[in-house]
């Protein structure tokens, strides 16, 4: 979103554009502040600025067939203290991956005929207090035989899980179970402005 109101800023101005797209002007000129003075950024953002690089050249330097834990395995013997789940995020914003053999897995299936609420975050993922922003994703984990999904529902105040269930197949019922396993756990007053943010894959848009 950011490139594309760089594109057309002149064309149409920062906040007509904002007006349409789902981010705050007050986000993109923040953003920008970062971009221009790297001294304003976050530890993290300076540290995945440091890593990409790193990650690229590993990629390319092995025929880009490496996957995550690979290049993760080669930065740490090059001696980067770096997690493998920061590997996985960053070569998933750089939109490389290596080969998979076999059929790959998909998680996120939208579907274009249900309506998407709006997104109330806009990227903003701090918030002050505990019960104010969670937000639920699934994945799938390879076992011995086969594999599981595995949906969660973290709290971003603290990072930390407050609903999960395990699935053999990927339906509603189970990301639904989660949440509501954190709504039973938590007990959220009502009118508090709790919001439960998750992608548009269809489970999270189902009638359920």
């Not at 290596?98 to 059929?103: A, C, L, Q, S, V």
């Not at 756990?185 to 009118?191: I, L, S, T, V």
Request: net charge positive; charged share 30%; glycine share 6%.
């Amino acid at each position: 979103m950011v490139k594309f109101i760089d594109d057309h800023r002149r064309e149409h101005g920062v906040e007509p554009i904002c007006d349409v797209l789902p981010i705050a002007p007050s986000t993109y000129y923040d953003h920008l502040a970062k971009r221009a003075d790297a001294s304003r950024r976050s530890d993290r953002a300076r540290r995945d600025e440091e890593l990409q690089p790193e990650i690229r050249r590993v990629f390319d330097e092995n025929w880009r067939v490496y996957g995550v834990r690979k290049i993760w395995r080669q930065l740490r013997r090059e001696g980067f203290d770096v997690a493998r789940c920061t590997v996985a995020r960053l070569m998933k914003s750089m939109d490389i991956q290596g080969i998979i053999r076999g059929k790959p897995h998909r998680t996120t299936i939208p579907d274009k005929k249900q309506p998407c609420p709006l997104d109330k975050v806009n990227r903003q993922f701090r918030v002050p207090a505990p019960n104010m922003l969670w937000v639920s994703d699934f994945t799938y984990v390879a076992t011995w035989k086969g594999f599981v999904y595995v949906a969660f529902v973290i709290d971003a105040y603290a990072r930390k899980i407050v609903g999960w269930r395990v699935s053999n197949s990927a339906h509603a019922g189970f990301v639904l179970d989660a949440l509501e396993q954190a709504v039973h756990d938590r007990r959220p007053a009502k009118g508090i402005g709790l919001v439960h943010h998750s992608d548009r894959g269809s489970q999270y848009l189902s009638i359920r």
